[in-house]
């Protein structure tokens, strides 16, 4: 049972628009939700989190917005750029025991067009 | 500031053969550690991971073990490689109370 999901496999968006990535999840218990950008034959790299006890956290062209009633979240860049095109991971934690549990969606790859 | 390295970055082995991947962590210390699959196509898949020297968990059963030997080191390895171990394999860290994971370069290997 996947617990965290990434409806969109893939996703193209015009250079200079918004793209906004999605990202649902079941376990309530979830506390910390992170994105992370992965180019090909490359580790991924972390871009940017949120805590549950906020709604919002901005970095730059990056925003994430959570909606904890709805149990989605949302990675926002504006504006697109074509280094922005590779595979987004959204990511949620929780605390299982004395440690702390990470749970990945299965990534939407997104193409920013010139 | 806290760098991850691995090797080797790129791994063709017959099936059978043995395999290490190695991952070392500088900059921190008592780190917890992490060793992750992608397989072509698929998410992150996490196969173990470590709080501490000789402390290994593994997520899912399979041919792979891990062991840590050192607190800042974290090897993968099988004593017969099958097909189905081909993919791209991520060790990551993370401080021990942290919620961020910081992922090495990768490595690829391709089981013939």
């Known amino acids: 049972d996947q617990q965290v999901k990434q409806n969109s496999p893939s996703l193209s968006v015009q250079e200079g628009r918004i793209s906004i990535l999605n990202c649902d999840y079941t376990?309530?218990?979830?506390?910390?939700f992170l994105w992370y950008k992965k180019y090909p034959a490359e580790g991924p790299t972390f871009l940017i989190s949120i805590s549950s006890i906020k709604d919002k956290n901005e970095d730059g062209r990056f925003t994430v917005f959570l909606n904890k009633s709805a149990k989605h979240l949302s990675l926002h860049i504006v504006p697109s750029q074509p280094g922005d095109s590779a595979v987004y991971f959204c990511a949620a934690s929780a605390l299982a025991g004395n440690n702390r549990k990470l749970i990945w969606g299965l990534g939407t790859s997104l193409a920013v067009n010139p | 500031s806290q760098t991850i390295h691995q090797w080797p970055a790129t791994l063709v082995q017959p099936v059978g053969s043995p395999l290490s991947l190695e991952c070392t962590v500088e900059g921190t210390s008592n780190p917890n550690l992490y060793w992750y699959r992608q397989a072509a196509g698929r998410g992150l898949q996490l196969l173990f991971y470590s709080v501490g020297i000789g402390q290994i968990s593994s997520e899912v059963p399979q041919n792979l073990s891990a062991s840590r030997p050192q607190d800042r080191q974290f090897i993968l390895s099988s004593k017969k490689l099958l097909l189905s171990d081909s993919g791209f394999y991520l060790c990551?860290?993370?401080?021990?109370?942290?919620?961020?994971?910081?992922f090495g370069e990768g490595s690829w290997l391709t089981v013939v």
């Open positions: 376990n309530s218990m979830f506390d910390y």
């Open positions: 990551a860290w993370s401080l021990n109370s942290g919620n961020t994971i910081y």
